[in-house]
């Protein structure tokens, strides 16, 4: 699972870092996960943790809501062997939306900015994860930091029309 330098790296085949995220992974679409590749974990993974987050939401959001950032998509104990990150792979933690699982781009066009960024955080870690229910991103945040190894980040863009 080495990168060919050795750096933990994440991708997708349907956006490059910082592309424009296809429909069919936003609420505009069928809102599948979109296909994530993992490449150059560092020696001693034993897992991996994936969190995608909107730091781009509306100001009238993070007032109601209070929070700063919008969290789509908590998944750990991703096994140490894995290439593509596909469904059924991890144990799905709580998006903001206090669900499991993925929930797609979504951004409300009638709020600056229009277009939002979406950012893939992926943690390769010395160890697995332990909650007893699904957790918050802080919570796997949290938990991870000990334990993490390497992260490294991916940026899609969305906005609807």
Known sequence: MKGMD??????????????????LYTCDGSEAQPPL???????GTRS????????????VVKESRGIESFDHWVLYNI?????????GVGIAGKNSAGKTGYVGPCPPPQ??????????????????????????????????????LARTQLVGRYSRA
């Open 111 to 148: 709020y600056e900015p229009r277009e939002h960024r979406y950012v893939f955080t992926l943690y390769a870690l010395s160890g697995n994860l332990s909650f007893t229910a699904p957790p918050t991103a802080a919570e796997a945040r949290t938990a991870a930091e000990p334990l993490t």
């Open 48 to 59: 991996f943790l994936l969190i995608m987050h909107d730091p781009d939401i509306p100001a």
């Open 79 to 87: 096994p140490a062997d894995t290439y593509e990150i596909e469904p």
């Open 6 to 23: 050795g750096t933990l790296k994440l991708t997708s085949p349907a956006f490059e870092d910082n592309g424009i995220m296809p429909a």
């Open 37 to 43: 590749m993992i490449d150059g974990a560092p020696e």
